[in-house]
């Protein structure tokens, strides 16, 4: 199988990247490609330029924006590993999708609107600083997953593997790391 990991967090020493590196291993032990995608060493540009709009509406897109979809029409499976911050991804993540996942590509054929990405798996493994007892009280927890499961993934035609939300990450101990990591480890271990 080949797999896919678009990874978006600056600091190599992050809780994000050791999940990153325990996902590539254990990829790796059980035989599969695997391509990873570090936006920030990268230095990718998400900034959605006026420019790139027009060259999405005439389906004549840059090398780099080129390069990244054919990355995701290569793989069969898509893992995506970001942080939440102020309730969302990051900036270089969300400006990753506004850019690569465009016009023509992801979701319409011809100007009609369908997800022209299936066949392909996706798993998200998210970290974030606040409860899953504080997320789901305030609905959070809905809005997270309808806005990036269904709203950007599942609408451009990927099924939902998995989505992991790691909680009060910034404050985990070693024991809950590493139950974190056996979950992540199961889960590409199938």
């Known amino acids: 199988m080949k797999h896919l990991i678009i990874y978006s967090h600056p600091n190599d020493g992050s809780l994000n990247h050791h999940f990153m590196k325990s996902a590539v291993k254990i990829l790796q032990i059980n035989k599969q490609e695997v391509e990873i995608r570090d936006l920030y060493q990268l230095n990718f540009n998400p900034v959605l330029s006026l420019d790139d709009i027009e060259r999405q509406l ?28 102020w309730t969302g991804m990051p900036a270089i993540m969300k400006g990753f999708i506004d850019r690569v996942f465009s016009y023509g590509f992801d979701r319409y054929d011809h100007g009609i609107q369908k997800g022209l990405l299936t066949g392909k798996k996706v798993t998200i493994i998210n970290t974030h600083g606040k409860s899953k007892a504080e997320y ?35 404050k985990a101990n070693a024991e809950t790391v590493e139950m974190w990591t056996r979950q992540i480890i199961n889960h590409f271990s199938k």
């Not at 004549?60 to 911050?85: C, G, M, N, R, V």
């Open 58 to 85: 005439k389906g004549k897109i840059t090398a780099d924006l080129q390069q990244e979809q054919d990355y995701i029409s290569w793989a069969d499976h898509i893992t995506f590993i970001y942080p939440i911050w």
């Open 136 to 170: 789901e009280s305030i609905g959070m927890d809905k809005a997270l997953s309808l806005t990036s499961d269904k709203e950007i993934f599942t609408y451009c035609g990927f099924e939902i593997n998995q989505h992991f939300f790691f909680d009060k990450a910034d």
